[in-house]
Each structure stands twice: as structure tokens, then as C-alpha cells.
């Protein structure tokens, strides 16, 4: 098996996505930390996104965990996670002042892949016929599409700077937020008990597959760089598997750059953290 990865910081003080790699328990996985609405930074100028993400990465990087499953693994992450929110004294009851993280998980067992999720972060598997299967969907994804027609009704009112666009945009993912662990909402592990009802998880046989692409959200490329009538996470590992997950991120940095404001491609930032991991698997013999 070959291990290609990348992080890689966006436009914030510091990279709140982190690789979690266990070649011990042939684990691998990405996280997205997500910072509180309501400010928070250690003295280590660490906030809480940072925090969150990390420490589902140490949890997972750990020596322990043999028998344990990936939902045993992560419920006692956002245990963790709960608790050293506490310390710090985080009113544990508002959605506002909670560190959380999204993540993406697989562990490669003798009989096949297993994988666990929260969040937006995503695992494509692909296969030797060329097919790309998603295990994992954008649990946000309905909710951002409106905050997304937001910016695109700005676009069409004439504003042509972010700063200008985001407090039209700020009260919508404010309510975005308040929708985490809810039925109306979507999933992220945030330390409230309600987020492992969240996971999703699972496991597939092993047959035919050579690829497995793990990625944060800040690897996802504009919708509007989709090739008319190309299947969105088609394209995606194609350009994955044809450009090596370096040059792909470095290209979607290059193609952020020719759009600082965010209004050929709308989106929130013009470059959000990135994460993500590539195992590639020798035919039929190593996975």
C-alpha cells in the first residue's frame, strides 16, 4: 500500500484540519476543526477549532484502541472532547461556544474497509473499472446551499467584495450552527451527547477497489469548475488520481487565488484549510 497526504493552511491564523495516521491499526483519516461563533483562543494562540480536530487526531494516533470499534473510538473522542470543554469552562449548553470537528475515518481490516464520518468530510472509494463511490455525503450540504444563494443574490445586486457580502451571509450560518446534532440539521462531533446519533458508519468488502480518497472540505473544488455534465465526485478522484493530491491541492490554491473575493466561485473564505489522505492499494494484494 502507498500513502500519499497533505495539509495545508487556508486564510486563518493557523490550520485547524489535521491527518490522523495509525499505520499500527492501518487507521487513517482527515478532521475539520470548527471554531466557536463566540471567540476563543488559548494562551497558545490554539483555538478551539484547532483544539477539537487535534484531539480526535491524538485519540485516534493512540496505542490502544486494538479492540475497540471506529463508534467506540469516536464516541470517546467526543467524550473527550466534552470534558476538556468543561475545563476550560465552555457553557456546554449553547451551540455558540462549542469547539467541534468534522471527520473522516476508514481502517483497513482482513476482510474489507470499514469507515466512520460526522460532518462534511468525505471518503471516495474507486475501483478498477474506473468507478468512484462515495461513502460518505455532505451532511451540511442543504443548509450551506441557502447561505450559498445568499451570496450569489449579492453577486447579482452588484457587490464585488467579500467583506461587503458576509454580513448578508453572517445570520444564516449563525442559524446553521444552532441546527448541529438536530433532525433539520447535520452531524459534527462537538461534545454533545446528541452527536453520536450523528455518525454515520459502516463497512464495505474490499473487492476491486484501488483507491481510497479521504479529504476535508477545503479540498472540495467549485461547483462551477465542474465540467458541464460531469458527475461532481467523478471528476473529483479522476483529477485526485491523475494530478497526485499535491498538484490537485495546489492547483485549486492557484484557481482561489484568481478569485481573492469569492465571486467567480462563491464561497465563505477564499481558501479554507485542507486536508487530505490517498491510500493506493496494489492489486489484490495488500489491502
Not at 43 to 67: P, R
Not at 214 to 229: K, R
Not at 251 to 265: G, K, S
Request: hydrophobic share 35%; aromatic share 8%; with cysteine.
Amino acid at each position: 500500500m502507498k500513502l500519499h497526504h497533505i495539509t495545508i493552511k487556508g486564510d486563518g491564523p493557523l490550520n485547524e484540519d489535521a491527518l490522523i495516521m495509525n499505520e499500527k491499526l492501518s487507521l487513517f483519516g482527515v478532521a475539520d476543526g470548527v471554531s466557536s461563533l463566540v471567540p476563543f483562543i488559548l494562551e497558545e494562540n490554539l483555538t478551539g477549532g484547532y483544539m477539537a480536530s487535534h484531539m480526535v487526531k491524538e485519540h485516534m494516533e493512540s496505542s490502544d484502541l486494538d479492540n475497540q470499534s471506529l463508534l467506540q473510538i469516536l464516541t470517546k473522542s467526543n467524550e473527550c472532547l466534552h470534558n476538556k470543554m468543561r475545563e476550560y469552562g465552555i457553557e456546554l449548553k449553547n451551540k455558540d461556544d462549542l469547539w467541534g470537528t468534522a471527520v473522516a475515518v476508514v481502517r483497513l481490516v482482513e476482510n474489507g474497509i470499514e469507515f466512520i464520518q460526522t460532518g462534511d468530510c468525505m471518503i471516495l472509494a474507486v475501483y478498477e473499472s474506473g468507478e468512484v463511490r462515495p461513502l460518505t455525503r455532505l451532511q451540511v450540504e442543504h443548509l450551506e446551499e441557502y447561505a450559498i444563494e445568499i451570496w450569489r443574490e449579492c453577486i447579482r445586486r452588484g457587490f464585488r467584495t467579500r467583506d461587503d457580502i458576509i454580513p448578508h451571509v453572517k445570520e444564516q450560518l449563525i442559524a446553521n450552527r444552532k441546527k448541529s446534532n438536530t433532525v433539520e440539521g447535520y452531524g459534527v462531533l462537538n461534545g454533545e451527547e446528541e452527536a453520536v446519533d450523528y455518525f454515520e458508519y459502516g463497512k464495505i468488502n474490499k473487492v476491486g477497489v484501488t483507491h481510497l480518497i479521504l479529504m476535508t472540505d477545503g479540498l472540495f473544488l467549485p461547483a462551477e469548475s465542474i465540467p458541464e455534465g460531469e458527475s461532481y465526485w467523478e471528476h473529483t478522484a479522476e483529477s485526485v488520481l491523475q494530478k497526485g493530491i499535491k498538484q490537485y491541492a495546489q492547483d485549486l490554491i492557484n484557481l482561489e487565488e484568481t478569485d481573492p473575493q469569492c465571486i467567480t466561485y462563491p464561497r465563505f473564505k477564499k481558501s479554507d484549510d485542507k486536508a487530505g489522505i490517498v491510500l493506493e492499494f496494489d492489486r489484490g494484494t495488500d489491502l
